[in-house]
């Protein structure tokens, strides 16, 4: 069963910010949280994940509250190639350990 | 880094008929292969974990002697789905990693579209 909880959905206006919120309230301490997503009939593109920092890439930023129960995914700048499936997935990092997908939140960008 | 071919993209066959699809790890060798499904308008879930040389692990609900594993090499593995049904028609996605997990993040291929006529 997915550990994390995401809204459904949401939309946002190209150019402007983009803030997909997920919760993992049972987070374990080992545990990152990963950040991919799903563009129709692809596959999970990887974008960010962190264990307690805040991280940023090319791609995206990540925020994790200090308690580690929730996060935020920050697209800085949405354009229209943005709208996908977005899935927030909490897992340990070993050879073995995988990830189980919840149903994700789909982004909706519109001009 | 981490680059990964998946083939063919695109498969119809006939119900009855079996399919085979590669996964390739371009510049990482795959220690452990994961092999999921994804239904129209769900998420993905699941199938299988293999090991290099060992054999699959399978998740419940997945039959193993219809959905064939062979992870032979590091840079390689199949899955074959055996003597295929219209209900088997899905999108499969494969994710190789290697020795380090996702410590860097996992790696997934482009996926496999299957349609059973």
């Known amino acids: 069963d997915a550990k994390t909880t995401q809204p459904p959905s949401m939309d946002c206006a190209e150019g402007r910010a983009a803030n997909l919120p997920c919760n993992h309230s049972?987070?374990?301490?080992?545990?990152?949280v990963y950040w991919y997503r799903q563009i129709h009939s692809q596959g999970p593109q990887y974008i960010i994940h962190?264990?307690?920092n805040n991280e940023t890439n090319e791609m995206a930023s990540l925020i994790i509250t200090e308690d580690r129960k929730s996060s935020t995914l920050i697209l800085p700048h949405a354009t229209l190639r943005d709208t996908a499936v977005y899935y927030c997935?909490?897992?340990?990092?070993?050879?073995?350990?995988?990830?189980?997908f919840g149903k994700g939140i789909t982004l909706s960008v519109r001009p | 880094g981490a680059v990964v071919s998946q083939h063919p993209s695109r498969v119809i066959c006939k119900s009855g008929t079996s399919v085979k699809i590669e996964c390739r790890s371009l510049?990482?060798?795959?220690?452990?292969m994961f092999w999921y499904r994804q239904f129209p308008k769900q998420s993905l879930m699941l199938m299988a974990t293999?090991?290099?040389?060992?054999?699959?692990?399978?998740e419940q609900g997945v039959e193993k002697d219809k959905f064939l594993i062979n992870h032979a090499s590091l840079t390689l593995s199949t899955l074959t789905v055996t003597s295929a049904h219209p209900e088997d028609s899905s999108f499969y996605i494969c994710?190789?990693?290697?020795?380090?997990?996702?410590?860097?993040?996992?790696?997934f291929g482009s996926g496999t579209r299957l349609t059973v006529v």
């Open positions: 997935i909490v897992s340990v990092t070993g050879a073995n350990s995988k990830l189980t």
């Open positions: 510049d990482f060798q795959a220690t452990t």
């Open positions: 994710s190789p990693t290697g020795h380090r997990g996702g410590l860097y993040g996992y790696t």
């Open positions: 962190g264990l307690k």
């Open positions: 049972t987070i374990s301490g080992n545990e990152y």
């Open positions: 293999s090991n290099e040389g060992s054999k699959a692990t399978y």
